[in-house]
């Protein structure tokens, strides 16, 4: 199945023209830089970097939105179990106490973890997929870690569509967002079940890649 992110390439932006190499060395630099920023201020900056890269590459930012959509809801419980871990528990919502420090923190990684995500978006919609690995192994990666990162980047949009069926299951059930820990728990067991899906779909593609002769080496024709 081709990826809707690959409906993209076809554009003439500035980031499509460039070298793939320069790209992924600039890119890269960058989002090796996000990971150093302390405060929420400059974890917000970083996003709207990331923005940037987006409009210079002509891409619609619904794609944007659809690609980091679930890993908002993804930080968003992660954010509140750590706000609920940590002490003293100085902020009151809806009768519920959380941390203002494990607040800054969740916001402080979130934001810096959706601006990375925006990056290698930007990165993928303007780069053929094939492509892509190729340079990493031209420029030396290990050919097992690339090995894996192609298959990790397959199953990301594997799961996406996975993480969106429980979603609207439990949206059918009655679901609504909110602070509450009833809540909590529902999402505790949603996040359970997709990871114990994606361990299943992993291992039932290695070895449908076994039956097709896998031999620890991935092969493909690029232009």
């Known amino acids: 199945m081709r990826a809707l992110i690959d409906h993209h390439l076809h554009l003439d932006s500035a980031l499509h023209r460039w070298h793939p190499a320069c790209k992924l060395a600039g890119l890269g630099a960058v989002a090796i830089a996000m990971t ?10 970083c996003v709207g970097i990331a923005i940037l890269a987006v409009l210079l590459g002509q891409l619609p930012l619904r794609l944007i939105g659809g690609r980091v959509a679930p890993m908002v809801g993804f930080l968003a419980v992660f954010a509140m179990l750590l706000a609920l871990s940590l002490s003293p528990r100085d902020v009151t919502v809806g009768g519920i106490s959380f941390s203002g420090e494990g607040l800054r923190l969740g916001a402080l990684i979130g934001l810096k973890c959706l601006a990375i995500v925006i990056l290698v978006t930007v990165m993928l919609a303007t780069t053929a997929t094939v492509v892509l690995f190729k340079t990493l192994r031209d420029l030396g990666m290990p050919a097992k870690l690339v090995t894996v990162l192609l298959l990790a980047y397959r199953l990301v949009f594997a799961m996406s569509e996975t993480f969106d069926s429980l979603r609207r299951a439990a949206v059918c059930r009655g679901f ?15 996040t359970g079940s997709l990871l114990v899906r994606g361990f299943d779909r992993s291992d039932r593609l290695y070895n449908a890649m076994l039956a097709r002769g896998y031999d620890g080496t991935v092969r493909a024709i690029a232009a």
């Open 36 to 45: 150093s920023v302390a405060t929420v201020a400059e974890a917000s900056l």
């Open 176 to 190: 609504v967002l909110k602070a509450s820990l009833g809540n909590l728990r529902i999402l505790g067991r949603l």
